[in-house]
């Protein structure tokens, strides 16, 4: 479900290129396999420096975050 949303066109890259050192350490816990693991799945065996949750999330969850922050930065 991941790579999903991105799929079907409901995310696209806007045109800014964000550079990510290459010594950055950085993975997310995936929180049913009670593992940590990069943005391909693949586990990573030890506690990365820079740590995010990975899973799933439904169109209503992600639509109510954007709505979230819109309204926190006052776009809305």
Known sequence: MGRWYWNKGF???V????EIPDDVE??????MGRE?????E???ERVPELV????VETGQ???YEMNYE?????MI
Do not use: K, P, R, W
């Open 11 to 13: 995310f696209y890259n």
């Open 42 to 44: 693949n586990m990573i």
């Open 52 to 55: 995010g949750v990975y899973g």
């Open 70 to 74: 819109l309204i926190a930065s006052g």
């Open 61 to 63: 969850g992600i639509a």
């Open 26 to 31: 950085y993975g997310f816990y995936d929180i």
């Open 15 to 18: 045109g800014i290129d964000i």
């Open 36 to 40: 940590y693991v990069d943005e391909y």
